[in-house]
Structures are given as structure tokens and as C-alpha cells.
């Protein structure tokens, strides 16, 4: 137990050090095409990798929604010769772990091994074999269409999940954005191994990666294993972009449901991952609903009136406007109340803004939290991912407190009535109390 004790505080030392220093970001690109970031670290014995790719949801069509997200998960499913189980067990021999994340934009494959070299040599080759030379089996692939339909079917049901569905269709329309990535019943068992190839063949290219690489490793030793992750990748052009969002019909959904609980959502064009108007929208939707107890949404409507137990506000930043959402649960006799209220909170801030002191309040806590943001060699490596992914300038995270910082009140106010309009939001209410 005292060497376990020892080793976390060790570790949280080692990671932590970044939270108040320049995060040392180096970037090239491989002779294959793609984007490399690295950050050394040499306190710990670990290395994390990350390679993206230009392959979210966004990029199905709505005949093939769904495709997106299982290419990615089938990636390790067999790759390189080796099935799933080899796959799965060369992986624990040598403790690493693999995993994914996606959505609208990216679809990435992350690994984290030990740097010493059979452990990192082992569970880079697995790596490489995954995302270099996916196998696509047929009777995996069966077998996992009918996983994902068995769950579709399921989350079909939960309140939850229909009012996100329904506001999505709502806030973008015929706009790729507005897929599931989960993909429709229908569509995901049509779904063939054909469609999941020739996806990877556009979308898994080499010019189009962002590797990341974080932890125990030279300079020379991440391009070596940029190179090996990335040399037999398709070579084909980086993929194109995402259409511009437009505005959405305002429009107000109610759906019956047998749940207890109403569950409201509204929403509305936020911002881009590269906005100018980013740090302000930020800030002010830490007093607007993203900042707990403290903020404006919370104090009126769960601390004032008793319409919630919580309510919260997001952005979603993507490549182009992700979602600006609203979301509290209520209960069905009050439903109707709290959506009234909900859009008269934030219609009042979008008139008004912060106050100074709600402002300089945000600033502290945003700014006091940040290192939380930095406290671990993969939070680290998440970054890195994202800043080449957007292609944001090396200096972001040290740019980050001073960008806070510097944001005003009227900056905030100015932001909010350039991008958010309140008569123009969608909201759905899943629960809505029944008509006599």
C-alpha cells in the first residue's frame, strides 16, 4: 500500500508539471503525410499515442448512416493477420490498452503501453496493424450489426435518448451533422464489408492522420513511430470538409412518453473549434448554465422556483457551428413552466450579459480549474490530438488563462447577440404532460 502511495504521488508530480509551464509541443510532418505533435516526458515509463482521422459521423450519408462508427470499432476486431481474440490478448501481455473516441468530426485509435521495448514494441505493432490493416470480417461484422441493432432498439425507448435524437434533426436538418452516429436500424444492417472498405480507403489516409505522442520517448523515436503507424496507410487527397451550418426553423416538439420526468432540451448553432468568438462564448456560458451551482440558470431555476435538480448549458465546438444546448429534467405538470422560464433566463442574458462580477467570478474558476485540465500524461495527449486535428496554433494551451483573462463583459454580451438567437432555438420536450 505505501508503495502504491508513493508511486501516485509521483505520478500526479510528473503530470502536473505541465499545469504551470510552457507545454513543449513539437510538430512535423512524416514522410508519409501526416501530422505529427509530441510532447516528451521522460518522468514516467509510459507512452500514449493517438492517431485521428478525418471519419465521424459527419462524414455518412443518410442511406449509410452508422458506417462511420463501426469501421472504427471493427478496426481491432482483426487487423494484420491477427483475429480479435490475438489482438485482445497480445494487447493485455504486455498491459497495454487500446482504445477510440468519436463524433461528428474525428474517429481516433489510442494506445497506452509501457515505454520500455518489448512492452512498446509489442503494442505498437498491434497499432499498426489496426489502423494500417483492418480485416473487416464478415462474421464479426454480422455479429456486430446485430449488437448495434439490439441496442438502437433499446435506446429508442429512454426519454433521454429520443429528445437528443428529435433535437438533432430539428437544429440541423439534411446537415450531416444531424446523423446519429450510432446509425439508424435499418441502415447499419445494410451496412456490407464492401461499404466499411472503401469508407477506409477514402477516409483512413496518411496525408489526412494527426498522430499524437505523448510520454518516454526521443524525438527521433516519435518519428520513427509516426512513420510505422502511417507509411501504409492509404495514400489518397485529405478528405473534404464539412458543409456550412444555417440557421434552424424555430420549433417547439413535445412527445409523449410514460416517463415520470420530463426531459427538456433546446438548442442552437454554437461555434467552430476556431471561432474568434470562442473564449468569449466560453466565459459566459460558465454564468449562463456551465458553471454548477454558480451559474444563472441554476439560481433560477432550481434554487429560486424548485423546477429542477439541475440544468446545465454547453458548445459543442466542431470543424463547423456544433450544438449550443440546454438541457434540465422537470417534472411533467411543471414541464411547461420551466421551458418558459428556461428561454426567459436566456433571453435575459443575451439582452444583458454578465455582470462584472459574475464575469470576474467565472474567470477565477475557469482559470483555477485549468490545471485539472493538464493532470495526466492522456488528458495531455487529448489535447495534443485536438490542436493538430483543427489545426490550432501550437501555443494554444499556453494562450488558453491569458485568453480568459482578457474576456469583457462587453466582449461576452457582444458574442452571445452576434451567435446566439433565443427566438430561434429548437426544443423538444420528451414527457410532455398529455392534453385532457
Known amino acids: 500500500m505505501q508503495v502504491a502511495r508513493c508511486v501516485f504521488i509521483l505520478f500526479l ?18 514522410v508519409s503525410g501526416a501530422q505529427v505533435y ?5 518522468d514516467l515509463p509510459i507512452l500514449d499515442v493517438s492517431v485521428d482521422f478525418s471519419a465521424g459521423s459527419s462524414t455518412d450519408t443518410p442511406d449509410k448512416s ?13 487487423a494484420g493477420g491477427l483475429s480479435e481474440d490475438q489482438i485482445a490478448k497480445a494487447i493485455a501481455d504486455v498491459g497495454a490498452q487500446l482504445g477510440a473516441h468519436f463524433d461528428q468530426d474525428r474517429a ?50 429512454k426519454p433521454d435518448i429520443i429528445a437528443d435524437r428529435a433535437l438533432m434533426k430539428m437544429l440541423y436538418g439534411n446537415h450531416p451533422y444531424g446523423l446519429r452516429g450510432s446509425g439508424e436500424i435499418e441502415t447499419v444492417g445494410a451496412l456490407r464489408r464492401a461499404d466499411l472498405m472503401d469508407f477506409y480507403r477514402s477516409r483512413y489516409s496518411a496525408p489526412g492522420a494527426v498522430v499524437s505522442i505523448m510520454g518516454d520517448v526521443s524525438r527521433a523515436e516519435a518519428a520513427a513511430i509516426a512513420e510505422s503507424l502511417t507509411n501504409e496507410l492509404p495514400q489518397g487527397k485529405p478528405a473534404d470538409g464539412v458543409p456550412m451550418v444555417t440557421d434552424p426553423v424555430p420549433e417547439t416538439k413535445r412527445i409523449a412518453h410514460p416517463a415520470t420526468q420530463s426531459h427538456i432540451l ?24 456551465g458553471g454548477g451551482f454558480t451559474s444563472r440558470l441554476m439560481e433560477e431555476i432550481r434554487q429560486k422556483r424548485g423546477l429542477a435538480y439541475s440544468v446545465h448549458s454547453h458548445f459543442s465546438p466542431l470543424r463547423e457551428n456544433g450544438p449550443f444546448e440546454i438541457s434540465l429534467q422537470t417534472r411533467k405538470e411543471q414541464s411547461e413552466e420551466a421551458l418558459i422560464l428556461t428561454r426567459k433566463v436566456l433571453a435575459d442574458f443575451v439582452s444583458g450579459g454578465p ?19 493538464l493532470d495526466s500524461n492522456r488528458k495531455i495527449l487529448g489535447y495534443l490530438a485536438v490542436i493538430g486535428f483543427y489545426n490550432l496554433p501550437l501555443t494554444y494551451l499556453d494562450d488558453y488563462l491569458k485568453a480568459v483573462g482578457n474576456v469583457t463583459v462587453a466582449q461576452v454580451k457582444e458574442a452571445f447577440q452576434r451567435r446566439i438567437k433565443p427566438e430561434g432555438m429548437v426544443s423538444v420536450v420528451v414527457g410532455a404532460l398529455e392534453k385532457k
Not at 505541465?18 to 510538430?27: K, R, V
Open 108 to 157: 481516433g485509435v489510442t494506445l497506452r503501453t509501457l515505454s520500455s521495448a518489448r512492452e512498446r514494441k509489442q503494442a505498437l505493432d498491434i497499432l499498426g496493424r489496426v489502423i494500417q490493416h483492418p480485416e473487416f470480417v464478415v462474421t464479426v461484422l454480422e455479429r456486430e450489426q446485430a449488437r448495434i441493432i439490439a441496442g438502437l432498439k433499446e435506446a429508442d425507448t
Open 355 to 373: 455582470t462584472a462580477k459574475e464575469l470576474a467570478e467565472a474567470k477565477q474558476n475557469i482559470i483555477g480549474s485549468f490545471p485539472l485540465r
Open 266 to 289: 433546446l438548442a442552437y448553432p454554437g461555434l467552430r473549434r476556431d471561432d474568434p468568438d470562442y473564449f468569449p462564448l466560453l466565459v459566459g456560458n460558465y454564468v449562463l448554465g
Open 66 to 78: 452508422g458506417r462511420a462508427g463501426l469501421a472504427l470499432y471493427l478496426l481491432s476486431l482483426g
Open 38 to 42: 509530441f510532447v516528451e516526458s521522460r
Open 13 to 30: 508530480g510528473a503530470c502536473s508539471q505541465w499545469a504551470s509551464a510552457t507545454l513543449p509541443i513539437q510538430h512535423w510532418r512524416a
